[in-house]
């Protein structure tokens, strides 16, 4: 009665085919849509106008805080400096990141808290780095699994 009521000449061979196709399409379309790319932005994006208006001298951190907010990063050595840093990636699916866009903005003060150097880097000036692949080694022994689950036995019992 149900085969009748979806076609008058429907079989059971073709209704099954048809749903597996429905099936079939309806996980291409779930799958395909988790493809699109994602743009993620990060940092403070400051703008090439705003940064025209800084001028060397005149600014003071205040001025620059309110205007830009808190900096990304802040020198731990020599003299104090204030980082930037803005980043937009684009990820598809499961693959790396790619960097679409970086920008690193530098603001050095003098003693007095007033500007004293200004100094940008696009992804364009940005270095490849390795990391090491050495280990640190540690102090003690290494156990095997049986040695680690006799080492354990009576310590979890109280």
């Known amino acids: 009665m149900f085969l009748k009521i979806l076609t008058p000449h ?3 061979a073709s209704l099954l085919r048809t749903i597996v196709l429905s099936v079939a399409l309806g996980a291409v379309a779930v799958g395909a849509s988790g493809c699109g790319s994602r743009i993620a932005t990060r940092g403070n994006e400051v703008s090439t106008e705003q940064i025209s208006t800084l001028e060397v001298g005149s600014h003071d951190r205040q ?3 309110s205007m830009f907010g808190s900096p990304s990063s802040t020198s ?3 003299d ?3 980082y930037y840093i803005f980043e937009k990636d684009e990820s598809v699916a499961f ?5 679409k866009e970086r920008t690193v903005l530098a ?3 003098d003693d007095g808290g007033k500007l004293a150097n200004i100094k940008t880097t696009g992804l364009d000036g940005a270095q490849k780095v390795t990391p090491v692949e050495r280990k640190t080694a540690t102090a003690g022994n290494k156990l095997s699994f049986i040695e680690q689950m006799i080492a354990n036995i009576g ?3 109280k």
């Open 10 to 12: 429907a079989t059971g």
């Open 63 to 65: 001025q620059i805080f």
């Open 155 to 157: 310590r979890f019992g």
């Open 76 to 78: 731990s050595f020599g």
């Open 95 to 99: 693959l790396e990141p790619e960097v």
């Open 80 to 82: 104090e400096t204030w």
């Open 107 to 109: 603001l050095q003060f």
